[in-house]
């Protein structure tokens, strides 16, 4: 089954402990299309400027995201720049160019309102509002959000909530949107604002899902090279809903192993710079992580 | 098969956001004994002060530890009070008072040198040495530290870290240790001082145990309600290694199931102010959230 993503398309100059890259692709909707379609076929709605160039198309073209969506209008693409501190998790934000997007209004195609599932990448929630009026009863619909859009715009983002079975959330924003110290209370939390599924991202600690009364919890995956973790989350999401959106209708145990599988999308994200590394994997690669998730996380019963 | 610990017996004050308490029984020592008897016959070596009386001892007895290497000795026993942030993860020393500590010289009963599982709590690197200089041909030489003496000793605790096998250690204490960011690579440098497995506690993100090319991760089990993490630490390693002595020899899939068993017990141990929780505890109850550990963290194959 198809799914359809709504967010940034971006160039990202970032310095990390283990380099730096200048106008590498980015964006919110970039990682997450990338990463999904090894699962099922994906569907991109963004827009660009005029400096986004063949080139770059080709990053998606190869992944056979469907482009029917990306609006190229007159003026610069979206961009961003930041340094990560050495402990990789916390960064600063060096410069931020909305450019193009600061007009963004995302238009789905007519053929494209009925797609199965729908995530709403980290963008103003306004913006996801207006998507999901142009959708048609889909299956799953997803979010993402940032802690600029919990203090900035509380009451739109409850009024999108509203609409949204999964969100995506990491824990210091999770605690931000409820006031709930306590992990398991603030999912019940969300829980009251619409989303059945909470996915509490935990960065290099890894992913807990809420699901009703149903906890899955997965460590990250230890590696010993983590070049840039830009786009990591974006990833996770990427491989998460891919995989659910092959196994339609989906049931409990598919949402763990889509946890699992979108670990396994983000260990990979943060190996290289930009789409370096998750453009060019194999299905075996995907396959071999997996199952070296498997390995790090199995034991067996207490007794015998 | 016999375990045998040396650390601190404590009155512990407290304050957390559930509460507080005041002269409670604690001390890494306590904290690892209570928690290691539910597995194996616990030897105890500590020293208490004037002030320590039955009823104190009673926590002890009724959890069958062998008190013949505590020492009773003129003056007050070791006091320590603090008070937990909101995070439940930081928190201020608000006094230490070493009292009889101060003048601790650990003896082990003659009977005890051959003890096969040996745990050397968080004390001075001095003092874990010499225990380590009285014990003959121990199977496991386990071993916790902390900041303080990776500072102020940094060369009495390589000399300890010679004769361990295992090492608990929490993240930053590791990269303190070692200098290394990376935990994996970290715990190659660990390694080389000596230990063989390196147990990466990482509190409310859950454990990680690097055991040569072999790496495990468990999540932490999310809780609804922590009243006070004191003691969360030594319980780990007391159901870690008590585990392991009812298990020798013990192989890889058995240092896995200890991490678990840890896991259930600090669990346990900060549901409730010092021993409240884990004192009364049954079989049943440990084997109940060892199955929860489970349901917690089993996925299914990528296909199928």
Chains 1, 2 share one sequence.
């Not at 940034?8 to 299309?33: I, W």
């Not at 963008?123 to 203090?151: K, Y």
């Not at 990491?170 to 409820?178: G, M």
């Not at 192993?257 to 995907?286: H, W």
């Amino acid at each position: 089954m198809s799914i359809l993503v709504v967010g940034s398309v971006a160039f990202d100059t970032v310095e990390t402990p283990s380099g730096s890259g200048r106008d590498l692709l980015g964006g919110s909707a970039t990682h997450f299309s990338v990463a999904a379609s090894f699962f099922a076929p994906v569907r991109l709605v963004a827009v660009v400027g005029e400096d986004f160039g063949e080139e770059h198309l080709q990053a998606f073209r190869e992944r056979g995201v469907d482009l029917a969506g990306l609006q190229r209008v007159p003026g610069r693409t979206f961009r961003w720049a930041g340094r990560y501190h050495a402990n990789l998790n916390d960064r600063d934000t060096l410069d931020t160019q909305l450019n193009v997007f600061a007009d963004f209004e995302p238009q789905l195609p007519e053929a494209w309102r009925a797609t199965p599932v729908v995530f709403l990448a980290n963008i103003d929630p306004d913006l996801q509002s207006h998507v999901l009026e142009q959708v048609r009863s889909p299956e799953i619909v997803a979010a993402d959000t940032m802690n600029f859009w919990i203090e900035s715009k509380p009451d739109s983002l409850r009024r999108t909530l509203g609409g949204v079975h999964l969100l995506f959330v990491n824990d210091s924003e999770l605690r931000q949107l409820t006031g709930v110290w306590n992990l398991v209370e603030a999912g019940e939390a969300v829980r009251r604002m619409g989303p059945r599924v909470v996915v509490v991202k935990r960065g290099e600690h890894g992913v807990l899902v809420l699901d009703g009364d149903d906890a899955f919890a997965l460590p990250a995956f230890p590696l010993r090279k983590v070049e840039d973790p830009t786009g990591a989350g974006d990833a996770f999401a990427g491989g998460f809903l891919g995989y659910l959106a092959s196994r339609l209708p989906a049931g409990a145990r598919d949402y763990r192993k889509a946890a699992v599988v979108g670990s396994v999308m983000a260990s990979f994200q943060v190996e290289a710079f930009s789409l370096e590394r998750v453009r060019r994997l194999t299905p075996a690669e995907i396959r071999g992580r997996y199952e070296a998730f498997q390995r790090l996380t199995r034991f067996g019963d207490l007794e015998g």
